[in-house]
C-alpha cells in the first residue's frame, strides 16, 4: 500500500497569515500515461463530509476559494492557504488515487 | 445538482452484515464510478472499493474477502455489504463519485453526509 504520511499533525496560523501542509507519499503517486500526480486535497469540518479542494496535485476545484493552492510532485506535495479565514478551521486530509488500495493521509488540524 | 445520501441501519451485531445503500438524485450510476470510504472514531479515512458504470468493481484487499458493492434495486442507487462484522468496522460510512476528467478519475469529487454504524 502506499502510505501518505502528513505534517504537522496539527497546526496554528493566526487570521491573514499563511497555512503550509505537507503530505509524503511513499511511493510515486505520478501517473506516467497522463504525466499527472494523483494527489488530492480535501477539507473536513466538524459533522460534514470531506470536502474536494484540489486535485491532479495542484488543480482547484470548481468554487474553492483562490487563497488554496497545491503543488508538488512524485512522492513530495504542499497544500497552502495563502491568507487563513476564519471559515477555514478544519482537518485536512491528502489523498492518493493511483494506486490500490487508494488511501488517505492521517488529517492534519488546523486552527486559528 | 447531483446529491448522495447514504441509508442504512446505525446499530449491527458483531457477526451479522452490515448494508448500506446510497441514493443518487439529480444523477444516475450511468455516468461515473462510484465508492464507499469509511472513517473509523478518531481515525484516518479508509478506502473501502469502488464500482464502474457497468457494475465492475474492485475492493481494498483488506477487506476484500468480506465487502460487496453492487447496483442497487435501480439506476439511482448502489449498495455495500461488510459481512462478519466486528468492533472494528464500527466508522461512518460515506458513499462518493469519483470525478471523471478526460477519461482519468482522478479524485472523489462529491460525498454524502456519512452515516454512523456501530458494531455492538
Redesign the interface.
Known amino acids: 500500500d502506499i502510505v501518505m504520511t502528513q505534517s504537522p499533525d496539527s497546526l496554528a496560523v493566526s487570521l491573514g497569515e499563511r497555512a503550509t501542509i505537507n503530505c509524503k507519499s511513499s511511493q510515486s503517486v505520478l ?1 506516467k500515461s ?1 504525466n ?1 500526480n ?1 494527489l ?1 486535497w ?1 477539507q473536513q469540518k466538524p459533522g ?5 479542494l484540489i ?2 496535485a495542484s ?1 482547484r ?1 470548481s468554487g474553492v476559494p483562490d487563497r488554496f493552492s497545491g503543488s508538488g510532485s512524485g512522492t513530495d506535495f504542499t497544500l497552502t492557504i495563502s491568507s487563513l479565514q476564519a471559515e477555514d478551521v478544519a482537518v485536512y ?1 491528502c ?1 492518493q ?1 493511483l494506486t ?8 492534519t488540524n488546523l486552527e486559528i | 445538482q447531483v446529491q448522495l445520501q447514504e441509508s442504512g441501519p446505525g446499530l449491527v451485531k458483531p457477526s451479522e452484515t452490515l448494508s448500506l445503500t446510497c441514493s443518487i438524485s439529480g444523477g444516475s450510476i450511468s455516468s461515473n464510478y462510484w465508492t464507499w470510504i469509511r472513517q473509523p472514531p478518531g481515525k ?4 473501502i472499493g469502488y464500482m464502474s458504470p457497468s457494475g465492475g468493481t ?1 475492493y ?3 477487506l476484500k474477502s468480506r465487502v460487496t458493492i453492487s447496483m442497487g434495486t435501480s439506476r439511482t442507487q448502489f449498495s455495500l455489504k461488510v459481512t462478519s462484522v466486528t468492533a472494528a468496522d464500527t466508522a461512518v460510512y ?1 458513499c ?1 463519485r ?2 471523471s476528467i478526460g477519461g ?6 462529491l ?4 452515516t454512523l454504524v456501530t458494531v455492538s
Open positions: 501517473y497522463n499527472k494523483y488530492a480535501y460534514q463530509p470531506p470536502k474536494l486535485y491532479w488543480i476545484e486530509y489523498h488515487q490500490i488500495p487508494y488511501t488517505f493521509g492521517q488529517g | 484516518r479515512l479508509e478506502w474492485q481494498s484487499p483488506s460515506y462518493a469519483i470525478s482519468y478519475n482522478p479524485a472523489l469529487d460525498w454524502g453526509q456519512g
